[in-house]
Each structure stands twice: as C-alpha cells, then as structure tokens.
C-alpha cells in the first residue's frame, strides 16, 4: 500500500522540480518570442526608413556611423542605427513623423548633429538616427538689409558662413560665440555666449523667428508673437522640444577693425571691478572677457596664437612668478574713419583701470580675423594631432555676490594650473537674457561665465591627463554645492532625472510639460539624458 501511494502521488520535492523545469521552459518560451519579435522589429527598421519618399537618404555605412558617434568631448560613443543626410526640412520631418507614427513600441530615438561640437554625447542616439543638419542645404540664405535687418538661415548653417555672407551687406549678426564653426541649430538650443552677451544678450536673445520640427514631426512656424510657447521653449531648450530647421537672426552695421586689448591683474577684487563697470559703461568696449592663468612664468607664448601685441618685446619681458594672474581682454570695434574718435574713447576707458601698469598690451586686427580667432589655434593644433583629444571641459554660471568665494577656493587651492586649455572669467547681464527661455541661469541681476576649457593628453597619467581634469572638475562642482553657491552649469550633463530635477529648480515642471507637449513620446535628444523612451509591447 505504502509503495502504491509513492507511485501514484509523487514526493512534494518531485512536484517542485517539475515546477521549476515548467517555469522555465515558459521563460525560455517567453524570451524567444520576445527576441524574435524583437529581431523581427529591429530587422525591418531599416527597410521602412529606405522606403520614406526623401529627396536625400539614409546612410547605414559602418564610417558614417562611426563619425557621427563621437564629438569635441571624444569622450562618449554612441553607434546610431543610420545616418539622415537631408535635402530638405520635409525629409526632417517625415523621418519623425514615421517614427511617431511607430509607437512606443518602437525603440528609435532621434538626434539633431550640426558640426559635432558637443562635448558629452548630447548629439548622439543609440540605435537610432542621427540627423546631420549640415547637408539642409535650403533654404538658402538670404540677408534682409533695411531700418531692421536680419539674415534668414538654415539651422545647419555655420555661424562663420553667416558672418561672411552678411559682410557683403555690410551688416553683421549682434551676438557670437567665441568659435564660429558652429551651427545656428546647435547654438540657439544652448545660448550661444561670448564677450558680447553683456551689451547684446546670447545668441538666443537675438532671434526674431524660428521654424521648428518637433517630435510629432509637424512643422510650426513660430515667434514671440506666433506660437510663442514653443519659440520659448527651444531656446536654451537642449534639443527636447523640437529641431531647429530655419532661423532668423537680428543684424547691425558691421565694422571692419577691432582694437584688441589685453592687460593684467594680481588683484581679483580690482580684476572684476573693472569688469563689472566697462559692461555698463557708455560707449566703452564692445567685447569684455578674461581669463585666469596659474602658475605659469613664460605669458605671450601661453596666449591664443591669434594674439600678437604691438610691442611683443615689452610683453615678453613680463613674467607671472608662479603668480595667479587675471588678464582682462577687450575689444573696440571701428571703421578706418574713426580711428582718432576711437583711441581717444580707448584711451579715456582705460585711463580708469587699475590693471599691473605696464601691462598693456594693444593689437588692431579685421573684424573678421577677431571673431574668427580661436580657428586660428584649431588649424595650428590640427596639425600637431592635438584637436581630437577628449576635451572635458565643465562651464559654470555663478552669481556675482559669489564669485569671489568661487575665486577664493578654486584658483587658490583647487585648479593648479592652467597650462591644460584656458580658464575663462566674466561677467554677463541678466537683463539682456529673457527669462521665458528654458536656459536656467542664476538668479542675480550680473552672473559670471567661468569656463574651464582643458584638453587632455592621451595617455596621460599627470595633471594634464584625463582623470586627473575630471577630478578637478568633480572637487570644483562638489564644493560649489557644498558652499550653496547656487551655481548652474551652462552646457549641462547630468546622467539622472534626479540631477535635471535640481538643476531646472522651480522650472522643472513646466519643462516637463513642454516635453509632454512638444515631444510625448521622448523620440528627440536622448543623449541628453533628460527623458527616456518608453518603450512598450503590445
């Protein structure tokens, strides 16, 4: 009776085995649908993408992937799925149309590539399609001279294109980016700063229209006065909202010279003094930057190539010591006619600095050649192999009633050096920035741009190789946020939602409804890291 029972109600250790092996040829099961579905999708993915009517294509070649996974930074790598070369905005936007219609169950994502000049990825998109804005040849563009004059862009378009094709007109686009060799696209969705910002604002104060694609794929038009959220909201937006496909941009009378002017500080107090009163002095300087240098004996040789003083042996004869130094860098722009106006106007601001006397060190150069300096050094570094290097650069927004708290710790015990890249240092005026844009800045009336812009020797282990830079930078950040210093960067990278959360503050949420408005499904910018797409299967 006993061995009929065992053969007939096998052992509960007996049952559970069997549970287990059911189980897990369910999940088996499971994962192969799962993967061949899966396999299935992905396979035919290429396939609908060569079957939209475009007047450019699609490039699924390894090289062109390859390209498009890097950047300035040449520290992140992200293999897209292919490669859209556009001929048209409508290629733009039936391309993310077709993948709004795909779903959420869908894995594409979408990203806008100008001339590859974002530092952490932010152009990037795994899997998905990288969109290079340079080959949007139309419309083309076309400069509109009159009492109010703008240029109409492409949002491909390179900044240097721009300048030279309104020089023909004689006008000239307000506001700049130190290096020109960026798209309009790529700029507008950031800022766009540089030495001018305290007369003018960024480059995204200084736009009249937009045409956007956003992430449904639907083409709008838009303008302070015309669909005005979404003008708003790409601005500064990082990609999220929309693909910046047309722009047009404020022009003025262009000059043909500029007075280049560089002097020195021991004094950070009387370094930003100085500063603080040229940019709301009347008729003063056009352009005010700086910049810090540490530890370094040797100054002409260590300065941008492009600059080369009047009296280069009074120049040289200067040495820091080992001091940390703050040079002021100033720019006048004139015609030839204006000459003796102009250096008596020079004259007269500078009688009023207290700079290291001495230490004045003057060039006059083109228009052209000024805003088109920091190409100088690329060409002169391209050929040397030291453009492509990682470039782990970290840019900071800080309030003026704490810059010299930042000063204090970070060029006294934190940045040792600055013979990596230069350490940038100046004051911008919030009145010229419109707060109705996604860029977040901090919340005083004058705020400072410090940008360390350190380049990074491969292979290194030393102070210029990469951990060591990023280390900095990580002691740098920590204690801005030890301090409460209510610092922003500006060219963010966050790698959690948590980190965005902060960093937008109290704009946080209407950021988000944007999102949800403009882009729901989360198709464009992944690299951001932002938002993620859900991805579903039904």
């Not at 590539?113 to 974002?118: I, L």
């Not at 500080?265 to 005010?288: G, N």
């Not at 015609?335 to 003796?340: A, D, G, K, R």
Request: charged content about 20%; some cysteine.
């Amino acid at each position: 009776m006993s061995s009929c029972r065992k053969m007939r109600y096998p052992s509960f250790s007996l049952l559970r085995e069997y549970n287990i092996l059911f189980i897990r040829g369910l999940m088996v099961l499971f994962l192969s649908c799962l993967t061949i579905r899966l396999n299935f999708s992905i396979s035919s993915i290429p396939s609908s993408l060569k079957a939209l009517p475009l007047k450019g294509h699609f490039s699924f070649e390894e090289s062109d992937l390859k390209h498009v996974a890097r950047d300035f930074g040449n520290r992140y790598q992200s293999h897209p799925m292919a490669v859209l070369h556009p001929k048209s905005v409508s290629d733009i936007a039936d391309t993310i149309k077709h993948i709004w219609n795909l779903g959420p169950a869908s894995h594409l994502t979408v990203a806008a590539r100008g001339h590859g000049h974002s530092l952490q990825g932010q152009a990037q998109s795994h899997g998905g399609v990288v969109i290079n804005m340079e080959s949007l040849s139309v419309p083309e563009m076309k400069v509109y001279a009159g009492e109010s004059p703008y240029v109409d862009v492409s949002g491909g378009e390179l900044w240097i294109n721009i300048l030279h094709e309104t020089l023909r007109y004689g006008l000239t686009p307000r506001s700049w980016t130190d290096y020109l060799h960026l798209t309009v696209g790529g700029t507008l969705s950031n800022a766009g700063v540089s030495g001018q910002a305290f007369r003018h604002g960024p480059q995204i104060s200084n736009v009249q229209k937009l045409e956007i694609v956003t992430g449904t794929g639907e083409v709008v038009n838009c303008s302070e006065e015309q669909n005005g959220d979404l003008f708003h909201s790409v601005l500064g937006g990082l990609g999220q909202f929309g693909i910046i496909t047309k722009a047009r941009i404020f022009l003025e009378p262009a000059p043909t010279m500029v007075k280049w002017i560089r002097v020195l500080y021991a004094d950070f107090t009387a370094f930003t003094r100085d500063q603080e009163k040229l940019i709301f002095a009347e008729k003063a300087f056009d352009y005010v930057e700086g910049f810090v240098i540490i530890n370094r004996t040797g100054l002409l040789n260590n300065w941008r190539s492009s600059f080369n003083p009047q009296d280069p042996v009074q120049a040289s004869k200067f040495k820091s010591d080992g001091r940390t130094l703050f040079c002021l860098e100033l720019a006048k722009y004139y015609n030839l006619e204006e000459t003796l106006v102009v250096n008596q106007e020079v004259e007269k601001h500078l009688s009023h600095l207290n700079h290291i006397p001495s230490t004045l060190f003057l060039t006059e150069v083109t228009y052209v050649d000024f805003l088109d300096r920091v190409h100088i050094s690329e060409v002169k570094l391209r050929s040397k192999g030291l453009w492509d290097v990682p470039h782990p650069w970290l840019n900071l927004f800080i309030p003026k009633t704490k810059i010299h708290h930042f000063a204090e710790v970070v060029f006294g015990n934190i940045v040792t050096e600055t013979s990596n890249g230069p350490v940038l240092i100046y004051p911008v005026n919030k009145s010229k920035w419109d707060n109705r844009s996604s860029v977040v800045i901090p919340d005083e009336d004058i705020f400072y741009l410090v940008a360390f812009l350190a380049s990074a020797v491969p292979s290194s282990n030393g102070s210029d190789g990469l951990e060591h830079i990023l280390s900095q930078n990580k002691k740098i950040l920590e204690y801005c946020e030890r301090a409460d210093l209510g610092v922003k960067q500006y060219l963010p990278h966050y790698t959690t939602q948590e980190a965005w959360r902060v960093h937008f503050g109290s704009r946080w949420q209407i950021f988000q409804q944007r999102k949800s408005l403009y882009d729901p499904l989360a198709i464009l910018a992944p690299g951001q890291q932002i938002f993620q797409k859900s991805i579903t299967f039904s």
